[in-house]
C-alpha cells in the first residue's frame, strides 16, 4: 500500500495544528460559528443531532493493520468504543467531544490518516472496487491512479471552494463494483485494442434528483488523466450553479446543457489547457503501481473446501457465501459481515478492530479493506488457513453466511445520528433481520441488495437498490417509501416507486409480500433484479396495495 512521503506527513501534521488553532479560537469565542463551520467540514467534522461526528478519510478503502489498531484505540479513547463504516468506504464516530478532536486528529496523523476533504464542497474521499488487485479478470489495478487522483486534488487551490461536493470512484474491471455511474465522475479501466486507458463517465449522483452519469469519454490515454480531470472541474467550478445548493452538483450542470454540449465545454478547455498542466508518465505510473504490489507464496497444492472440512456445513456455508476467488492460485478472497443479526449494519466495536487487525497481520498480508457495501475483506487469505480464520471470525461475530443476501442491508445512520434525517433506518434494519432470520431461505431468494435511506440525500443509496426503502417524515410519523429494479452495477438503473409509503410497523412484512410474489413469478436461476426488469413492478404493486 502507500507509504506517505516526508511531505505528506508535514502536511497533515501542519494541518491538524492549523485546526487545533481554529477550534481553540472558536471555543474561546473569537471565531464564529459560521466561520468556523467550513473549516471543520474541510476537516471531516460535523455537529450532528446528539454529538459532533468525525469523518476519517481511508483512501480507496485501503487500511493497513497498524492504522486499524489505531482506529480502534480511538474508539475507545474519544468514542463509545465503536466506529461506523460507510458506502464511501470511509469510517465515522458518532460520539466526539468538540474540544478533544484536534487531539484525535493528532493520534490519527501518527498512523498517516486524516479527515481532510470528507465533507464540504471540495473533492471528496477518492474510491474504487473492493477488489482491486485480486479480482478475477481486472484489466488493472485502479487503486495507485486513486492515490494520483488523491494527492492531486488534496487542498488543490482552485478546487477547494467547488459549488458542491464532488466525488470520483475508479473500476479496473468490466463488472462495475465502485458505483462508477453515480459519482460526479467515474472512470473506468478500459482496454479496447492493445493500449489501456480510461473510459469517463460525468454527472452521476443521487440525493433528492438521482441521475445515472454519462460516457463524455471513451477512451481517454493514461497520461491525460489529470489534465481531463482538471478540464471537467473547471468548467464545473465556473458553470455550476451556487445560488441553490440543490441544483448545485454537477448532474444538474450536465442535465440542463445537455452532454453534448457539456462536452464541447471540456474539451475545448482541455484542449486550451496550459502546457504546464498535469502530464502522468509511464515512470509516474510505474512507481506508483509499484506501491501496490504485493508477494505471495507460490502454492502448488490447490485445496478444495471439501479436503479441508467436509463435515462442516456451516464452514462450507460461509465459504460458499462470503469466500471468492483469487487472482493468484491458492489464496481466497474473504469478506468478513459487518451485518450480524441484532447489529446496527456497518457498525465496528473497538473488540472487533482489534481482532481483525490481528487476523489481517496473521492471514492476509497485513492489509484490510472497507467496502462500498459497509463490510471488511481480507484479500489475501491462504485456501489453508480458511478455517482457522473461519472460527476466528465467528468468536468476533463477522461470520455471519450472508453477503450478498437480503440481510446484507446498506443503511445509513438515519434518525438516530444524523441531523438531517427525516426518519429512522437502523430499526429498519432491524425489522428486516427479524423477519429473515432463516438463512436457508435468504440463500434460496439468491443475491438481493436492499438499501435504507433515512432522507433524500440517500447516503443509504436507496435509489440504486435491487430493493430500495426511503424515510420520509409526514406530519410528524415516520412513513417508508419503497423502489425496485435499482442497480449499481455495470448495468445501472435507478428503482421505481411501487407506490404510497408504508407504515413503519409494516415494512419487513411489505417486504416478504414483495419476496413472496417474486418466488411465485420467478423463471428457475433468475435474480430478483432480473425478474424485475423482465416483468416491470406492476405485479408487486397490485401485491402490496391489495
Known amino acids: 500500500m502507500y507509504l506517505y512521503s516526508s511531505n505528506d506527513q508535514q502536511l497533515i501534521n501542519e494541518r491538524v495544528d492549523q485546526f487545533r488553532d481554529q477550534t481553540r479560537r472558536f ?36 487500511l493497513s493493520a497498524k492504522q486499524l489498531h489505531k482506529l480502534a484505540d480511538i474508539s475507545t479513547k ?76 488534496t487542498l488543490h487551490p482552485e478546487f477547494s471552494f467547488l459549488p458542491r461536493k464532488f466525488k470520483i470512484a475508479v473500476t479496473g474491471s468490466t463488472h462495475d463494483r465502485a458505483a462508477t455511474q453515480v459519482h ?57 450553479r451556487r445560488d441553490n445548493k440543490y441544483k448545485a452538483r454537477i448532474k444538474i450542470l450536465v442535465n440542463s446543457l445537455g452532454i453534448a454540449k457539456f462536452t464541447e465545454l471540456v474539451e475545448t478547455e482541455w484542449q486550451n489547457l496550459s502546457a504546464d498542466s498535469p502530464v502522468l508518465n509511464k515512470s509516474t ?9 504485493l508477494t505471495y507464496e507460490s502454492i502448488k497444492d490447490d485445496l478444495q473446501v471439501t479436503s479441508l472440512e467436509k463435515d462442516n456445513f456451516a464452514f462450507r456455508l460461509w465459504f460458499k457465501q462470503n469466500t471468492q476467488e483469487h487472482k493468484v492460485r491458492g489464496y481466497r478472497i474473504v469478506t468478513l459481515s459487518v451485518k450480524a443479526p441484532g447489529e446496527a449494519p456497518g457498525d465496528l466495536t473497538d473488540h472487533q478492530m482489534h481482532g481483525v487487525a490481528n487476523l489481517a497481520s496473521q492471514f492476509s498480508l497485513g492489509q484490510i479493506r472497507v467496502s462500498h457495501e459497509q463490510n471488511l475483506i481480507l484479500a489475501e487469505v491462504k485456501v489453508s488457513d480458511l478455517p482457522s480464520l473461519w472460527k476466528a471470525l465467528i468468536q468476533l461475530d463477522l461470520a455471519t453466511p450472508n453477503i450478498g443476501t437480503l440481510t446484507d442491508v446498506i443503511c445509513c445512520p438515519g434518525l438516530d445520528f444524523c441531523s438531517l434525517a427525516n426518519a429512522s433506518s437502523l430499526s429498519i434494519a432491524d425489522q428486516i433481520n427479524d423477519q429473515f432470520d432463516d438463512i436457508d431461505y435468504l440463500h434460496d431468494l439468491g443475491e438481493i441488495k ?46 421505481k416507486i411501487i407506490g404510497p409509503a408504508i ?30 426488469r423482465r416483468i416491470g413492478i406492476k405485479p408487486f404493486k397490485e401485491a402490496v396495495y391489495v
Open 78 to 153: 474519544y468514542d463509545k468504543n465503536y466506529a461506523h463504516l460507510t458506502t464511501r468506504q470511509n469510517l465515522q464516530y458518532n460520539w466526539l467531544k468538540l474540544e478533544e478532536v484536534p487531539d484525535l486528529l493528532s493520534e490519527l496523523a501518527e498512523v498517516q490518516m486524516h479527515g481532510i476533504q470528507t465533507s464540504g464542497s471540495c473533492i471528496r474521499n477518492t474510491t474504487a472496487d473492493h477488489l482491486a488487485g485480486v479480482a478475477l479478470g481486472e484489466i488493472e489495478d485502479p487503486r495507485p491512479y486513486c492515490e494520483i487522483i488523491r494527492q492531486w486534488s
Open 450 to 495: 436492499l438499501k435504507i435511506s433515512g432522507c433524500m440525500n440517500a447516503c443509504g443509496h436507496h435509489h440504486v437498490g435491487h430493493i430500495g426503502i426511503l424515510g420520509v417524515d409526514k406530519k410528524g410519523e415516520e412513513w417508508y417509501q419503497i423502489t425496485l429494479g435499482g442497480s449499481v452495477e455495470s448495468s445501472a438503473s435507478l428503482g
Open 285 to 293: 505510473i510505474k512507481s506508483m503501481q509499484d506501491q501496490f504490489q
Open 184 to 240: 460526479d465522475i467515474g472512470i473506468q479501466i478500459v482496454k479496447p485494442n492493445d493500449e489501456i486507458g480510461f473510459r469517463i463517465w460525468v454527472g452521476g449522483g443521487l440525493g433528492r434528483t438521482p441521475v445515472i452519469g454519462k460516457v463524455i469519454r471513451e477512451f481517454l490515454p493514461k497520461e491525460n488523466l489529470l489534465s481531463y480531470l482538471e478540464a471537467i472541474l473547471r468548467i464545473y467550478n465556473q458553470e455550476g
Open 27 to 62: 471555543l474561546g469565542g473569537q471565531l464564529s460559528a459560521e466561520s468556523y463551520r467550513s473549516l471543520r467540514l474541510m476537516n471531516g467534522l460535523y455537529l450532528q443531532r446528539h454529538a459532533p461526528m468525525l469523518r476519517v478519510a481511508i483512501p480507496y478503502g485501503l
Open 503 to 532: 407504515a413503519k410497523g409494516k415494512v419487513a412484512k411489505t417486504i416478504k409480500i414483495i419476496l413472496n410474489t417474486y418466488v411465485s413469478l420467478r423463471d428457475p436461476d433468475e435474480t430478483f433484479l432480473e425478474l424485475v
